[in-house]
């Protein structure tokens, strides 16, 4: 046998007095309504579906939440025309965000002149898109730490290959640049070291040194195979030059080899 869903209908005036089965649908013909009963409620306590619901700054395109149980509110600053979703305002997204397509972009500014792009199979580009003279990209590190003292990190870049199938050293932090306070920082002050540092079986460490004073210090050895020229050059490790040279007096370990007039 076919099943049969059967419908009650009539007029408002007789929606009282019994209890409609769960799915049980009940239609007013002089009201053009609709009620679903979920066997527990009376009829005359059922919500209707449409009837009873109200829609406020109902427009073209706006999407429409919830204000109550039973009524819409179109949202001026959320709109979608079925290709583009434009919110006015700032968006929380609670989880993963993802641009699945390739050459993505971020823009940022009201005149998108800032943009972050996906670049196929190779990562990301930071680019400002102005034309005028001096107008380069500029990427900021900034903390928000309020106190600075001596040799807390104002910022840093680090490079790891956390998915390294061996494991232990392998997946370890192998280089990392970093700007490191020389002490308290105050009005008058703001001296700052730049650090640089690799790893070979551990997670990187300081190799070179280059202080607020523009001293550079390395640990290791300097190979040259051009023309270097310095004021001052302390160096903790080996000199290997291939080439030639010059220098008007040498010093090891405080100790003058040779001067020249």
């Not at 898109?129 to 680090?158: F, H, R, Y």
């Not at 551990?202 to 023309?227: E, H, K, P, Q």
């Not at 010093?251 to 001067?259: D, E, L, P, Q």
Request: glycine share 10%; net charge negative.
């Amino acid at each position: 046998k076919k099943k049969k869903t059967q419908l009650k209908r009539g007029a408002e005036s007789a929606r009282s007095g019994f209890t409609p089965a769960a799915g049980e649908p009940i239609y007013v013909t002089d009201e053009n309504k609709l009620y679903i009963g979920d066997g527990s409620t009376a009829v005359q306590s059922l919500s209707a579906l449409g009837g009873d619901l109200t829609m406020a700054n109902g427009s073209n395109n706006r999407v429409m939440t919830a204000s109550s149980s039973s009524a819409l509110n179109g949202e001026a600053n959320l709109t979608f025309d079925g290709s583009t979703l434009a919110v006015t305002g700032d968006a929380t997204v609670s989880d993963d965000l993802g641009l699945v397509s390739d050459d993505a972009q971020l823009t940022f500014g009201a005149n998108s002149e800032v943009k972050l792009i996906h670049k196929h199979n190779e990562g990301l580009i930071l680019k400002h898109t102005a034309t005028a003279d001096d107008k380069p990209v500029s990427l900021i590190l900034q903390t928000g730490e309020t106190d600075i003292a001596a040799n807390d990190v104002l910022g840093k870049l680090s490079f790891q290959a956390p998915d390294e199938g061996t494991g232990t050293d392998a997946i370890l932090v192998a280089a990392e640049i970093a700007a490191i306070s020389e002490g308290d920082f105050a009005s008058n002050s703001n001296a700052t070291k730049m650090v640089f540092r690799t790893g070979s079986s551990a997670a990187a460490a300081d190799r070179m040194t280059l202080s607020s004073g523009g001293n550079l210090n390395v640990t290791g050895t300097i190979t040259g195979t051009g023309t270097s020229v310095f004021a001052n050059l302390d160096i903790s490790g080996d000199v290997d030059v291939d080439g030639t040279l010059e220098t008007d007096a040498l010093s090891i370990n405080g100790t003058t080899v040779f001067f020249f007039f």
